[in-house]
């Protein structure tokens, strides 16, 4: 059984950054993919960013690129998203969840084991 949990949302103004942490339980950690996704209100799960089993592999969402980096420690089992120049439009529950053994994945059905969630608030 897996277990990941979020921290690190919280209110912050347009242009500020966050640091979001998922740490997660199991013995699977270190040999899969890790990703994050955001749910904003009215809005379906949409793919942030994603991160192959060592870490020498990333890929993200058009709408984060060039302002978030996804990044993991296998030693600590956490993996991390720094939010950079975050946009009022950033704000939404971000979610943790483990994806597939090998290569990346964006598609939410590709990953088996989600967080429960922490919220992010960008205001204006």
């Known amino acids: 059984q897996v277990q990941l949990v979020e921290s690190g949302g919280g209110l912050v103004q347009a242009g500020d950054s966050l640091r979001l942490s998922c740490a997660a339980s199991?013995?699977?950690?270190?040999?899969?993919?890790m990703g994050w996704f955001r749910r904003a209100p009215g809005k379906e799960r949409e793919f942030v960013a994603t991160i192959n089993w060592s870490g020498g592999s990333v890929y993200y969402g058009d709408s984060v690129k060039g302002r978030f980096t996804i990044s993991r420690d296998n030693a600590k089992n956490t993996v991390y998203l720094q939010m950079n120049s975050l946009k009022p439009e950033d704000t939404a529950v971000y979610y943790c969840?483990?994806?597939?053994?090998?290569?990346?994945?964006?598609?939410?059905?590709?990953?088996?084991?989600w967080g429960q969630g922490t919220q992010v608030t960008v205001s204006f």
């Open positions: 969840a483990q994806g597939p053994a090998y290569g990346l994945a964006t598609h939410i059905s590709l990953y088996d084991y």
């Open positions: 199991g013995r699977t950690f270190s040999s899969r993919a």
